[in-house]
């Protein structure tokens, strides 16, 4: 089938896929304890789609041009059994990267059973190399030393390089991160500095509390001197960059002072099974209902292609032209 195109010419490259709204961090700027708290309702199983399912819509999306399958959560490794997903996953025609994004704390247990069932690398979240922030920032109380044993389980599957994502928010831990860039030089990992995000409507956001890509290039540079990396792919969202003396590299992603949207080509599958066109979307197209009515590949393919070609999302840029306003789904429902 011939690779769809949305309203703005952008094809349609990557799937994201959350196989759980649930995750045992309460990081402030995600899932704050204050809205999911003990009472909170997760969705019930049954509402999930299954292995099969997934398996379905991701054949589908690769049938459309899609080469690459990030999976998310949530937590995705709180979903009992994923190495079984992966290994579905990863025999998919044109699938050249699968991924994973965690936050790191399961990942030490899970990382060779991972790498064996065919993933090719993970992301791991890491807001801060300073245990008493880093431990703020969870609101459960999580050490740093769990998630770099985590780190460094998945380098040793050959889950490497790691990507280390870091949301940087002012007052809470822009002031570690020359200490969180350093402590991975020359590790072959790669730091990832994510601008603060007004993702969802639960975490409080303020433009106040955005630390820019420039400050946070500036801070870094000021100790380590950096210089710029072309991109690796079109589309890549972090601007790439090396030290200057060969010690490694670090990508800051821009997604409120330098929007990118114009290179988007990420499609979102959540957990129960509809299709978000974009991260800050308020709404979602339901494939489950289309699944579970017994649709054949042929059927869920073009209803990614009427989902995709109807798409117009540039939320981050019509946020910087001071004109967004409205409701947005949590990232903790569909994955960052």
């Known amino acids: ?174 002031h570690g991160i020359v200490e969180l860039a350093g402590h991975f030089r020359n590790t072959g990992h790669i730091v990832r500095f994510i601008e603060y995000m007004d993702v969802g409507t639960t975490n409080g956001w303020r433009l106040d509390d955005v630390v820019s890509a420039d400050e946070i290039h500036r801070a870094i540079s000021a100790e380590f001197p950096l210089e710029p990396v072309e991109a690796a792919y079109h589309g890549e969202v972090a601007t790439r960059y090396r030290y200057v003396d060969g010690s490694g590299e670090i990508g800051i992603i821009a997604s409120v002072t330098a929007p990118f949207c114009g290179d988007c080509t990420r ?3 959540s957990a129960e099974g509809s299709a978000y066109t974009c991260l800050f979307a308020s709404a979602g197209s339901d494939l489950r209902a289309l699944i579970r009515s017994g649709a054949d590949d042929d059927s869920i393919a073009k209803a990614l292609t009427t989902i995709w070609e109807g798409r117009s999302d540039r939320y981050s840029e019509q946020r910087a032209e001071g004109t967004a306003g409205w409701e947005r789904i949590e990232m903790s429902y569909i994955g960052g």
Do not use: H, W
Not at 41 to 64: H, M, N, S
């Open 267 to 269: 499609l979102r599958l």
């Open 1 to 174: 089938m011939p690779q769809p195109t949305d309203t703005l010419q952008r094809p349609l490259r990557d799937l994201r896929i959350s196989v759980t709204d649930r995750c045992n961090f309460r990081c402030t700027y995600c899932m704050p304890k204050g809205v999911f708290g003990r009472d909170y309702k997760f969705l019930p199983r049954d509402q999930l789609l299954t292995f099969e399912e997934i398996t379905l819509v991701a054949t589908a999306a690769a049938r459309l041009g899609v080469n690459k399958i990030r999976i998310t959560g949530g937590e995705p490794l709180m979903r009992a059994g994923l190495p079984d997903l992966v290994s579905m996953l990863a025999p998919i025609d044109g699938i050249e990267d699968l991924t994973m994004t965690t936050n790191g704390s399961i990942l030490a247990r899970k990382a060779e059973e991972l790498a064996e069932a065919g993933l090719s690398r993970v992301s791991v979240s890491l807001d801060s190399i300073d245990d008493a922030t880093f431990r703020e920032m969870n609101d459960v109380d999580f050490g740093v030393a769990g998630v770099l044993e985590g780190i460094e389980a998945a380098a040793a599957a050959g889950l490497g390089p790691v990507k280390i994502n870091a949301v940087v928010k002012r007052g809470l831990n822009d």
